[in-house]
Each structure stands twice: as structure tokens, then as C-alpha cells.
């Protein structure tokens, strides 16, 4: 399994990248460079685009994290493996009852995972403006994809899902960086 996250260069993540790169160190890791494309929310839709490129071109199962998320302990084993791994917040979200949350995302390299993200590539394309977890949800929920549900502690989130013992932490950095960028 590949660890991968991206970044947009001319941004404030490139200072993040770098952090990134020493906390996932020991992790088979990947980091991708692109454009920034002028805005917050549609550098946010990159991200099927980018996973479903990796997914291709790796060969390998691929863990996605944001690139403001830190390794704060080893990554046990995905439960089922055969399945992407999302996780999902309790909280109310249009129609749904709890909202996904696309910062940590395990993605399988095989049909069920290509499909997914082509699924989410084409959504994402349509909406380029709507954040990339709301059609990541809107696909998994429309299109009844099978997964496996990842626990809070591979989400930490600050000041929102904060956990004892976290696997992944995530600082929340688009909060400050977010006007930077828009």
C-alpha cells in the first residue's frame, strides 16, 4: 500500500508538504505536485482526478491523506482490504445522516476501487465547485458502493474529532490557508 498525499504548488501546502514528507517517513509515501487552479474548492476537486491517476499508475492499493494530516503512529493493516476504506462523521448532511470525510481515504486497486473513482472523477467533473467530499459522498451513497468503515482514529480532526491514541491527525491548516487561496 502507497501513502499519497498532493499539494499545490504556489500555495501555503508546500510548507505543509514538507512536514508531511517527515511524518510519513517511514511509510511507503508519495507526495504529488500540482497547479494550483486559482481557487480552494476547485484545488479540492483534484483530488479524484489525482487518486484515480495514482491508483494507475502505481499498481498498488493507495491510502490517501490530506497533506495537513500527520502520522502519529504506525498504520496497522486495512481490516478488509478488498474495499475502500472511508470514513464518515456523525453529523447531518443534506439528505444523509452523517457526512463522509474525504481527508483519509483507502482506495483498493481493483474493480470496486477503479470504479469508485470514476464514479467521483465524473461527479467532481460536473461540480467542479462542490467540495470534493460531498460528491465523493453523493457517489457512494447513489451508487451503493461497498466499503468498509475506517474509525475516528484514522481522522483525528482538530477541534472537531479528537481522539485518544490516533493513527492520522489532521491540523485542520485549510482553515487559515483557505482564504490565501479563494
Known sequence: MKVLAFYTEGTPY????????????????????????????????????????????????????????????????????EVPGLCWWNAYYNNYERELLSGTIYIPNNEVGTTLLDLWVEEQARTPEVWDQKTLQKVVETHKIPHDTLGYEWISIADHIEVDNPIIHHTQASRKYKKDIT
Do not use: F, M
Not at 514538507?18 to 486559482?38: H, M
Open 14 to 81: 508546500e510548507t505543509e508538504a514538507k512536514t508531511w514528507e517527515e511524518s510519513y517517513s517511514s511509510c511507503d509515501s508519495i507526495v504529488v505536485r500540482t497547479n494550483s487552479t486559482g481557487s480552494w474548492e476547485t484545488n479540492c476537486a483534484l483530488k479524484p482526478k489525482i487518486l484515480q491517476s495514482a491508483l494507475k499508475q502505481l499498481k498498488d492499493d493507495v491510502l490517501y491523506v490530506d497533506i495537513d494530516s500527520r502520522l502519529l503512529r504506525p498504520l496497522p493493516p486495512i481490516k478488509h482490504p
